[in-house]
């Protein structure tokens, strides 16, 4: 009896841990997404500000870099030379943190609704994808 009770407590606590494991480990893909902004119109951006601005993330794919969330602070121009300054977050890989230096300038995408809304273009600069 206590050996059956022992192996229905074992299963009922693997499987528990798979309940809890697998949404966690999803979430966490999710979040670590490159952020998109639809109907966005292109610009530059200078870089004005770097740092990290979030938490250390393992990598879900099981890579053996960790992914820092980074804070960029940046002066946007448009196509019609006016400016203005916003911030976005990337997610971006230890190994590739000096990929980014103040003074560097980026392509991004802003909302044409809130231009304070911007994003890095993923057509010019590769972003990390979970």
Known sequence: MNTLLIILLIITGMAGFFII????ATSDRKALQPKDIPGS????GIITD???GG???????????????????LEITDQS????EAHTYEFV???QLNIYRIGDTLHVKYDPADKKNVVLDGDFHKRYQP
């Open 81 to 84: 030379i006016n400016n203005w």
């Open 93 to 95: 890989r230890e190994s």
């Open 41 to 44: 119109i292109p610009a530059t």
């Open 21 to 24: 494991i697998r949404p966690a």
């Open 50 to 52: 770097f740092y990290k």
């Open 55 to 73: 938490g250390k993330y393992s990598q879900p794919s099981g890579g053996l870099d960790y992914v820092y969330k980074m804070f960029i602070g």
